[in-house]
């Protein structure tokens, strides 16, 4: 028997003066909630470091695990992402014998986190302004924003918002600033169905045709888990 959990995509966003409102946190840990913070990051070393064992954490939960019946038999339980196969007992027993690390994404947030700071970005683990964004890069507050339950997801879902929100902020970089309105890279926007039904989502059914370009260009590359780091080191911080 097997039991698959879905875990839909993140969202993320451009927060633009014009869509700026009130910040709240959403329902969450009180720990995370507490990570905001005064300063060019709101992560300090100590959060930074609960926040990547939370994340080793949640990363387990991506394991799946085996439940012997009391009937006899054996019940296998896994997760996994909207639009993703469902796994063969085959392909489920090797992932029990043989876990992934997420040691890449893991490596590859640490690094963003790094480089963000010292292109002196804000990170904040609360909810976007953005409605229904996973994550968003607000340029005229220099603050990028991860809504909390991300960190739920686990490393690999993570990484990818991070990475996308700073495509973003190398997109205002080359602008000029950090501070400026996020312009195109000149990346290629090539990228799946999956991914371009992201685009048809209510969170940009105001989005002006600009607004799409910068997004596209940022799904198209997000899981290119190096790729925000590059482009903030070469556009922000050279």
Known sequence: MLAG??????????????????DQAIGTSAALDARVEEGPAGLDPQARAQLMDELA????EWIPRAEAL???????????RSGDPELSIAEIQDLIDRPPSFLRERNAIVALLDTLERAQ??????????????G???PRAGTLRIRPDVVEKGSAEFAKVLNHEAIHVAQSCGNGNLRAAPRPLG??????????????EPIYENASASEQELEREAYANQHHLELGT?????????
């Open 5 to 22: 959990t879905l875990l839909l995509l993140g969202l993320g966003a451009l927060t633009l003066p014009r869509l700026l409102g009130p």
């Open 121 to 134: 970005v804000r990170i904040d683990l609360v909810r976007p302004h953005k409605q229904g964004a996973a």
């Open 70 to 80: 009391p009937e006899g038999g054996t019940r296998y339980l896994y997760k996994r």
């Open 136 to 138: 968003e890069w607000d």
């Open 57 to 60: 954490a949640a990363d387990q």
């Open 187 to 200: 990346l290629t926007t090539r990228m799946d169905a999956r991914l371009e039904r992201n685009l048809d």
């Open 230 to 238: 590059a482009l903030v080191e070469s556009h922000c911080l050279s």
